[in-house]
């Protein structure tokens, strides 16, 4: 069985920032891709980020330049470093990883959700 379980979420001034992990465990053999969405109330859900096992990263066009994802390949860890937040992102985090488990199964798996307030 595998777990993701985000952190880092709360209330934050706009401007300001703040950081989102992401930490694995469970029954893994290896993480391919890792990444971070989002999901407004009444909107689908909306991938923003996301590194691949090689730390090659890819962006959605709006957080470039002002988030930057990582990850901790030996802690099983993503991060999401969030810059100069404005109001319009107030929503709730996701995070998500591709992994192959210890009995060969290949499988999408979701955190729960962490919720990100920006307001003053």
């Known amino acids: 069985q595998v777990h993701l379980v985000e952190s880092g979420g709360g209330l934050v001034q706009p401007g300001g920032s703040l950081r989102l992990s992401c930490a694995a465990s469970g029954s893994i053999f290896s993480i391919y891709v890792m990444g971070w969405y989002r999901q407004a109330p009444g909107k689908q859900r909306e991938l923003v980020a996301f590194?691949?096992?090689?730390?090659?990263?890819n962006y959605v066009d709006s957080v470039k330049g002002r988030y930057t994802i990582s990850r901790d390949n030996a802690k099983n860890t993503v991060y999401l470093q969030k810059n100069s937040l404005t109001t319009q992102y107030t929503t709730v985090y996701y995070c998500n990883a591709d992994i192959i488990t210890t009995t060969w199964s290949r499988t999408d798996y979701w955190g729960q959700g962490t919720q990100v307030t920006v307001s003053s």
């Open positions: 590194i691949n096992s090689d730390s090659s990263t």
